[in-house]
């Protein structure tokens, strides 16, 4: 954003656009909220009636950037049941367009295009503490995979044995999948490739899934996120289930 098109009543937005220029541009640190400022093309302490700290810049940015990443995957889940039917067990060959992961695929898919396309951004939200308890994300990417997997359960392609706590287990093979790409350790030979191996990771991740061994209770797992939410339906007198897994690394 060039200094000087900031218009009175959107400057909250405009420091956001200049905070997320910058991170691309310079990565998670490397900037400071007198230069967001700047760039926007006003004072500092104009700055600080919207955002007390640098750090609070950063997190709002990281829930504007989470609330966008949210959106992205339920479209492409929901694109991707445009084509889906019902019928399909979980190992459907490729390209079967009655398969009930397809929809599952797509956001990882999804999730892997996002963080490798604008690998800056996706590190700062990576980022212990980039959000807080009181943060507010209207359609958090763990809420979309928790629906995709609520459905998977739904449909019978998902042991219910097996349902709790699964949104860790799935994210965590995906999104080290993204970061050893971000980091340039492995490579792809093209998209379809990209495409292909992602589909590979979810597939596999279902199958184990559906044949691991009956337990007593697998390890809840903990985050921001999860914590919030849960607190947040307790005091709404709902029932809360066992901790699951966030889709971004929020526990600290």
């Given amino acids: ?115 490798v396309e604008d690998p800056a951004v996706a590190r700062l939200v990576f980022g212990a503490g980039a959000t807080g308890p009181d943060s507010r994300v209207s359609r958090h990417p763990h809420d979309v995979l928790t629906a995709e997997l609520d459905r998977l359960a739904d449909l019978g392609a998902l042991p219910a044995a097996s349902r709790p706590g699964a949104e860790f287990v799935v994210w965590a093979p995906i999104h080290g999948l993204a970061v050893l790409l971000i980091d340039g350790l492995i490579r792809v030979d093209d998209a379809r490739a990209f495409d292909l191996q992602a589909e590979r990771v979810i597939r596999a991740t279902l199958n184990g899934l559906c044949r691991e061994p009956a337990s007593e209770g697998w390890p809840a797992v903990h985050t921001t996120h999860t914590d919030r939410r849960r607190s947040h339906l307790g005091q709404e007198g709902e029932q809360v289930g066992p901790g699951a897994g966030d889709l971004l690394r929020q526990a600290e």
């Fill in 1 to 115: 954003m060039a200094k000087g098109r900031y218009h009175h009543g959107d400057l909250r937005a405009a420091l956001l656009d200049a905070a997320e220029e910058l991170v691309r541009e310079r990565g998670a640190d490397g900037w400071s909220l007198r230069e967001a400022s700047a760039r926007v093309g006003v004072s500092p302490s104009a700055a600080y009636h919207h955002f007390a700290s640098r750090d609070t810049l950063v997190r709002a940015l990281s829930e504007r950037i989470l609330s966008h990443l949210g959106d992205l995957l339920a479209d492409a889940c929901e694109q991707a049941g445009e084509l889906s039917g019902a019928g399909a067990g979980p190992r459907a060959p490729v390209g079967e367009t009655a398969d009930p992961l397809r929809r599952l695929i797509a956001l990882g898919r999804g999730y892997l295009h996002w963080a």
